[in-house]
């Protein structure tokens, strides 16, 4: 359903020539270089889980739709970058690498800083400088988001039409990932809120929807990233620790709290393990999620999140809005630099009511979306997961 309405919110758009690229993806006999330039909605940042964002999701997608294709493709997105500022750094981040494609997704700090017109001017001269070493272009539209005073859905609108005629004078391609989104919106609200990380900022449901919309438009073939799961091993950075013979540093939720030594000793038993607990006795899913701001300023390679089933139960609008803020303030702001597991509410309490059961439920869909391991249970469950990404040591 969801890859249907994606290709008829994109019907009429690819009216362009059918792109070199595509070919050299189907003959598979050569390397085919991708960039994709944005903003922080294009790079690696805590929306997404800090390990991936769309360009390496269309990697993925693109390797669906043509397994022998010699595809690489390099996220050059900069957290507050306009097209402005795209230009000045297009020749190291993009033009240096030689790409046969580039992707170019800007808007969402353009307006509320460029004049429309100049951001059409900039993106001209971005298109022509790409044509200029015989790269392919296509202009993505950003997501749909939440309306803000700062950000008025008019004016967003506005960006987004201005790309579209953009890519229509210059007879490019668009992948209308703004009309994507809103196809799923004019569906259901909820699906669309579950696209986001933040009201701008779409989370890896919404990375997968971007690939799988920029996907087709290379292409013109459908792949679906439904299947795809969180990265492997989900704690890296702990193992690198604890197979080098240095301490680790664990913030952790009750009751993994007292659990994770233990569990961690099972395989290094010398292991220094050094926990801060995170208290959630008595405290509100808003006043964890407040608490939650302070993870970033503190020092630790691995945060264990774990909100108690016994909490009031929310609006879903709500409960959204607060435990992705309690995952995005636990996570580095950029690419990860520390470990993060989410316990589901269940594992915190042994038995939840059936209002209780559709938050866990939901609160699945959250961690996933958010592209991080969920653990499911207490202390064997973490032994377990454990045990599925350690190895003895030697």
């Known amino acids: ?22 070919q050299l993806l189907a003959a598979g006999k050569e390397p085919v270089r991708i960039v994709c330039i944005g903003d922080s909605i294009t790079g690696v940042y805590y929306h997404s889980g800090g390990l991936r964002a ?123 990932c703004f009309a994507a989104f809103e196809a799923i919106h004019a569906q ?20 997968k929807l ?15 990233l439904a299947d795809i799961r969180p990265p492997l091993p989900a704690l890296s950075h702990t193992l690198a620790l604890l197979k080098a013979g240095q301490p680790v540093k664990v913030l952790a939720m009750p009751p993994y709290d ?16 050094n926990v801060t607990s995170w208290p959630t006795e008595g405290q509100s899913l808003a006043q964890l999620e407040e608490s939650a701001k302070k993870v970033r300023t503190m020092d630790q390679d691995l945060v264990l999140i774990a909100v108690p089933g016994s909490l009031p139960v929310q609006r879903p609008e709500s409960f959204h809005k607060s435990y992705s803020w309690i995952m995005n303030w636990s996570l580095s702001f950029g690419p990860q630099a520390w470990d993060v597991i989410v316990a589901l ?7 939840l009511a059936i209002e209780e059961q559709q938050h866990e439920a939901f609160a699945r869909r959250l961690i996933e979306a958010q592209d991080l391991h969920i653990l499911v249970g207490d202390a064997s469950a973490l032994t ?9 040591p030697n």
């Not at 800083?113 to 790409?130: S, W």
Request: with cysteine.
């Open 1 to 22: 359903m969801r890859i249907l309405l994606i290709l008829l919110a994109c019907i009429g758009l690819l009216t362009a020539a059918p792109l070199k690229t595509a």
């Open 54 to 176: 769309y360009p390496e999701m269309l990697h993925i997608a693109l390797q669906k739709i043509h397994p022998q294709a010699q595809v690489t493709v390099r996220n050059a997105g900069i957290s507050g970058d306009t097209t402005t500022g795209g230009l000045k750094r297009l020749e190291r981040d993009v033009l240096a690498q030689k790409p046969h494609l580039v992707t170019i997704m800007f808007g969402m700090n353009d307006l509320v800083r460029t004049p429309v017109a100049d951001f059409q001017n900039n993106l001209r001269e971005i298109i022509r400088r790409c044509r200029a070493i015989d790269a392919e272009v296509v202009l993505c539209t950003q997501n749909s988001i939440v309306e803000s005073s700062q950000r008025p859905g008019a004016k967003l609108a506005e960006f987004t039409q201005a790309i579209r005629d953009i890519a229509k004078a210059e007879a490019l391609p668009v992948a209308d």
């Open 188 to 207: 259901d609200a909820l699906e669309w809120n579950l696209l986001l990380s933040d009201p701008i900022h779409p989370n890896m449901a919404g990375h």
């Open 210 to 224: 971007f690939a799988e919309t920029i996907a087709q438009t290379i292409t013109g073939q459908q792949a679906s």
């Open 258 to 273: 007292t659990l994770i030594v233990p569990a961690i000793q099972q395989f290094y038993p010398k292991a220094i393990v």
């Open 345 to 351: 509410p269940s594992a915190v309490k042994n038995k």
């Open 384 to 392: 377990k997961l454990l045990s599925n990404h350690f190895k003895q």
